[in-house]
Nanobody, 119 residues
Framework: VQLQASGGGLVQTGGSLRLSCVAS????????INWYHQAPGKQRELVGSISSDGVVDYAGSVKGRFTISRGNAKDTANLQMSSLMPEDTGVYYC??????????????WGQGTLVTVSS
């Protein structure tokens, strides 16, 4: 299974971008779809997540600016980013957690898409 993240690019401070995450094959029993941000020289950090029943949670730094939503297909998700700031620069990764009928967890990572916010 591969996750394809897309939509990154160069944007000015205050601008917006919409990232998308699509699985190469259908993923069943998705528990959550998550977005991570890795700024240059820093560790990867959770930006936000959406659960299988639609509950959304965000990191404090992006609340009110970023919105996570599910796509038309259950194994897709979008990250709408607004009011972007230079500190939002970095690679954004989508990440999926699934659980099988025995509640065993599996994790999948996308390859990342680069977002650059110019000041």
């Amino acid at each position: 299974v591969q996750l394809q993240a897309s939509g990154g690019g160069l944007v000015q401070t205050g601008g917006s971008l919409r990232l998308s995450c699509v699985a190469s094959t259908r993923l069943d029993r998705i528990k959550s779809i998550n977005w991570y941000h890795q700024a240059p020289g820093k560790q990867r950090e959770l930006v936000g997540s959406i659960s299988s029943d639609g509950v959304v949670d965000y990191a404090g730094s992006v609340k009110g600016r970023f919105t996570i939503s599910r796509g038309n297909a259950k194994d897709t998700a979008n990250l709408q980013m607004s009011s972007l700031m230079p500190e939002d620069t970095g690679v954004y990764y989508c990440h999926v957690e699934t659980r099988d009928m025995f509640n065993r967890r599996s994790y999948y990572w996308g390859q990342g898409t680069l977002v650059t916010v110019s000041s």
